[in-house]
């Protein structure tokens, strides 16, 4: 269970993941803001503990990004890859979705993530957050 502060805004933090073993076994380098230029996000904000909501993503074609969050109201519990992406490919480790595009591949993508867990309330809260990509080439 992954605690959070109460707060109404939600920083996600996109991490660089390198392409290969490091990627698929789940390294996830460190969650501090929006990270280098291999994959570029806007913060963005959970309306609610019942969410859908749709975020753009900017990766460089053979790199990946991990997710986190900071100031959700209550606790995540599960976070689950609903959506698989169309050319990339879409992991969980330690409550982070992981997003790792194809190496060569250049244009769209999407996948979608859910964090499950207790509003501060201990209602339920299911956050689903779209991703909408843009593989860019990696130079």
């Known amino acids: 269970m992954l605690m959070l502060q109460h707060n109404a805004w939600v920083h996600v933090m996109v991490s660089r993941i390198r392409m290969g073993a490091a990627a698929l076994c789940g390294a996830v380098m460190g969650f501090a803001g929006v990270a280098r230029a ?7 904000i959970i309306p609610g503990n019942l969410a859908e909501i749709e975020v753009p993503l900017t990766v460089k074609a053979g790199t990946g990004c991990g997710f986190g969050v900071s100031g959700v109201p209550g606790a995540i519990e599960d976070v689950q890859i609903t959506q698989q992406p169309k050319t990339g490919r879409a992991s969980v480790q330690n409550l982070r979705p992981v997003y790792v595009a194809k190496p060569g591949y250049q244009g769209p993508d999407e996948f979608t993530y859910t964090y499950i867990g207790k509003d501060q309330y201990g209602g339920p809260m299911k956050v689903s957050v779209k991703r909408k990509i843009t593989v860019v080439p990696s130079f």
């Not at 291999?38 to 963005?44: L, Y």
Request: aromatic residues 14%; glycine residues 14%.
């Open 38 to 44: 291999e994959c570029k996000g806007p913060a963005f």
